[in-house]
């Protein structure tokens, strides 16, 4: 059976009236421009000096009545909608007669002049109507339930169409990625981009996704972080660069993981980790007052201020604090086992005491960090790439910045001693041996690149789209993804 014998009535109509339109001469799909003159938003905000001035406006058609001789549109262009008022007497009856089997969803272009109607409506009075893209499809009127939300990150072009909310979302976004950059531009940050692929998945603890490369016949990851790269241009002399870009990471999906995410990380030469603290939560507080005009957010019904400063507290001091023990009385691996075991904590094979003062941060203080929380000098076993503290070697000068229980942001003072890093990558080397996925690999170019010479440099990278949560209010992460990662629907044989 064809495809046009399966098609619904409604659909089957709308392409009848595409075939009627290019038999006449008409197709839309032939027109390749239309200039646009003004948009909807523009042309209310400005009424007084607009008032009886001939435009040019362009959109979808959201909405249709035609009474007798005359007919409104609702027009719905990039700014939001405007009315149109068309009579008969004005664009002809032959166009009057074609612009009635009009559809909503239609593409139009309308000339005309800006009045406002007897209720008060800021309108386009139009002296000619084309049409410049026929929609075959129906627009839904609204979206609800659990299945057309799976519907709408599916169908995202449709979602913004129909949900305003939804694009303004997007726009807040956007908004906040640009004073992103400005805070760093205007700080002489320079943004560079690189590689997506490579040999080795670095920079991070994560289980990358792997391709490969048919000419060269070798296996290459996509990138889990641009960290190693990034401190290899500081050590070439770029002294501040900062990278925004999308990361892959082969790993579970939920609400605030998807698995390619976009992330900034920036490197400043002669910094430590107490700049990039610093800078971190002025830059979000910036991007928050660009989006939102305000520091002070509400998520979920969750109040939250992101004015600086922020909290700071080290990890031993939290799990002290919310758990009443005190690591740094715990002087041996099998005292930490002892302890973990004791409060449920697992223990798997190769853990030290680092790696449990980790899960304890994890599994009991992660979930009181609602306010913005800077948390500080994380062990040394989990931290493969930041700088010892000077006054306790089991400890980095690194932190975790936390909002709404979640990690934000992860900076250290970079290490920049290639003895040290290189016995460090022995040691992750050891414990993917004994089988941990995530473990970071050994990267011979890198120990190299700081046998070079790299300054003393402080690092941060930021998650952006679980910031972006917390600025558009979204309970997913993939509301603020214009295309999350789905699952491929199974279309069979007898479905529609």
Request: hydrophobic share 40%; glycine share 6%.
């Amino acid at each position: 059976m064809s495809e046009e014998l399966n098609l619904s009535e409604v659909l089957r109509v709308r392409r009848e009236k595409l075939k009627k339109l290019q038999e006449m001469g008409r197709d839309p799909f032939k027109i390749e421009r239309y200039d646009q003159t003004h948009f909807s938003q523009d042309i209310k905000e400005n009424f007084d000096a607009m008032e009886g001035k001939e435009v040019s406006i362009a959109g979808r058609i959201m909405a249709k009545r035609t009474m007798g001789k005359a007919a409104f549109l609702d027009i719905q262009d990039k700014q939001g909608r405007i009315q149109s008022y068309v009579r008969q007497d004005a664009i002809g009856e032959e166009e009057y007669d074609i612009l009635v089997t009009y559809d909503i969803g239609d593409i139009v272009g309308i000339k005309g002049t800006v009045f406002k109607t007897k209720q008060g409506e800021t309108s386009v009075k139009a002296i000619s109507v084309l049409l410049l893209s026929k929609s075959l499809q129906v627009l839904p009127e609204k979206w609800h339930g659990l299945k057309d939300q799976e519907l709408r990150y599916r169908q995202r072009y449709v979602d913004l169409i129909v949900n305003p909310e939804v694009k303004k979302a997007f726009l807040v976004r956007t908004k906040a990625i640009k004073a992103l950059r400005k805070y760093l531009d205007d700080r002489d940050f320079l943004e560079v981009e690189t590689p997506i692929l490579s040999t080795l998945a670095g920079g991070a603890s994560a289980k990358p996704f792997i391709t490969h490369h048919n000419t060269l016949d070798i296996d290459m990851y996509l990138r889990i972080a641009t960290e190693l790269h990034l401190k290899r241009l500081v050590v070439g002399g770029f002294d501040r660069v900062y990278e925004i870009g999308r990361l892959f990471r082969n790993e579970g999906m939920s609400p605030k993981h998807n698995p390619e995410f976009t992330t900034i990380e920036w490197y400043e030469a002669y910094a430590d980790y107490e700049v990039m603290m610093q800078e971190c939560e002025e830059v979000v507080a910036e991007m928050a007052m660009a989006a939102l005009g305000t520091t002070k957010i509400t998520y979920q019904d969750k109040e939250i201020d992101l004015t600086p400063p922020w909290r700071r507290i080290s990890m031993t001091d939290i799990v002290k604090e919310v758990k009443g023990i005190d690591f740094n009385q715990v002087k041996t691996d099998e005292e930490a086992t002892a302890i973990a075991k004791q409060h449920g904590i697992d223990v798997d094979k190769g853990m030290k005491k680092g790696h449990i003062i980790n899960a304890f941060f994890e599994e009991f203080c992660e979930k009181t960090l609602i306010q913005p929380t800077f948390i500080t000098h994380h062990p040394v076993e989990v931290s493969p790439l930041a700088k010892r503290n000077q006054d306790n070697p089991e400890i980095t000068n690194r932190f975790e910045a936390f909002v709404n229980t979640w990690e934000i942001a992860n900076a250290f003072s970079e290490l920049n001693d290639p003895i040290d890093q290189k016995g460090r990558f022995e040691e992750q080397m050891k414990q993917k041996e004994a089988g941990d996925d995530e473990a970071h690999p050994m990267d011979d170019d890198f120990i190299n690149a700081l046998e070079v010479g790299l300054p003393p440099t402080g690092g941060i990278g930021i998650g952006i789209d679980r910031l972006m949560m917390l600025l558009t209010d979204s309970p997913s992460i993939r509301d603020v993804l214009l295309f999350p990662t789905m699952k491929p629907m199974k279309i069979h044989d007898n479905e529609a």
